[in-house]
């Protein structure tokens, strides 16, 4: 069953994009990039047991990259998500390095300024970034020479779009996968646990802590990338503190022990954000009362309580199955 579940699951998604229409298929790629930005930051918090509030840095700085690229130098999807990786990678060793030698409050503290920071320093340069304006009316990404090839190679192409998309999701959840089977990622549980036991073990948590941060930083980058390329404009608020406090809540909703938690958080935030803006101006009051009520009743998580059910279920049925099958074994005779 499980098989045949996760072979219907894969089909669904290969043919999603041609059963919908043009807006819903892109509010499903809209969960899929922030679904890759929240297991980002589980590498952080699942993983390593750090809660950072500056998460959004990282995701404004790969939408702004992307917009620079795609309105001043190439409109390439490959260099697009290479300058991504890049440059995530150098901001977030660098702000890893200073962020990681205090824990607890300090840490949550500093990551908070420096995303502050960078959304000061966005607003301070009016020309440049567009300020509080952003930059909008950004072309979508190719995936090569449009003029001469197919039409499917521009993302105009929704259904082009979300293969790029699900690719780049996929391709990460499989990583941490492996990563949480390797020598690795035993390691970063155990920080997670109790970093100084770990320390006294003789492993250096901060550079693994490091590591894991830089992993983090990447993801969010190259979703970001993605989010510029999907919605044509990049703004500020990308910057804000409350973009990150929005990712923990993805983490928190869906559940930081699973490997698709932070993905089915994403998708639960989303949905929850575009329903309930339509209706009232209010709609953080109502997403804060549903947060309430799933951390008083599934405290660690949406995902998990399901697959304990799931568990739950299974076993109760095969408790019931098997005095049928001893009974048919023995000619109808039950044993007691």
Wanted: aromatic share 10%; proline share 4%; glycine share 12%.
């Amino acid at each position: 069953m499980i098989r045949l579940a996760w072979g219907a699951a894969v089909l669904v998604l290969l043919v999603l994009p041609h059963l919908l229409r043009t807006t819903v298929a892109e509010f499903v790629i809209e969960i899929l990039i922030y679904g890759m930005f929240a297991t980002s930051l589980n590498i952080l918090i699942g993983r390593l047991g750090l809660i950072s509030f500056g998460h959004g840095m990282f995701l404004g700085v790969g939408a702004y990259l992307a917009a620079f690229q795609l309105v001043h130098l190439s409109e390439n999807l490959f260099v697009l998500l290479m300058a991504a990786v890049l440059l995530g990678a150098v901001i977030s060793l660098a702000v890893g390095a200073l962020v990681l030698r205090l824990g607890g409050v300090g840490f949550v503290m500093i990551t908070i300024a420096l995303c502050q920071l960078f959304y000061v320093l966005i607003l301070s340069t009016q020309d440049t970034t567009g300020g509080i304006n952003g930059l909008s009316g950004l072309p979508r990404p190719t995936l090569g020479q449009t003029d001469v090839g197919p039409e499917w190679l521009s993302l105009d192409n929704t259904a082009t779009f979300y293969y790029v998309c699900l690719t780049c999701l996929a391709a990460f959840l499989l990583a941490l996968r492996r990563l949480d089977a390797s020598p690795m990622g035993m390691v970063f549980h155990g920080i997670r646990q109790n970093p100084a036991r770990m320390r006294a073990l003789g492993y250096p948590v901060r550079l693994f802590q490091l590591v894991g941060f830089v992993m983090a930083g990447v993801g969010a980058s190259v979703a970001g990338a993605l989010s510029a390329g999907l919605l044509g404009v990049v703004d500020p608020t990308l910057f804000f503190w409350t973009t990150s406090g929005e990712v923990i809540l993805m983490v928190i909703l869906g559940g930081s022990t699973v490997l698709l938690g932070p993905l089915v958080g994403a998708a639960i935030f989303i949905t929850l954000f575009h329903q309930l803006s339509g209706i009232t101006d209010h709609w953080r009051l109502v997403l804060g009362l549903v947060f309430v009520i799933v951390v008083l009743f599934a405290p660690r998580g949406v995902l998990p309580v399901v697959l304990d059910w799931w568990r739950g279920w299974r076993s109760g049925r095969q408790r019931a199955v098997k005095p049928r099958t001893t009974a048919s074994a023995l000619g109808g005779k039950t044993v007691p």
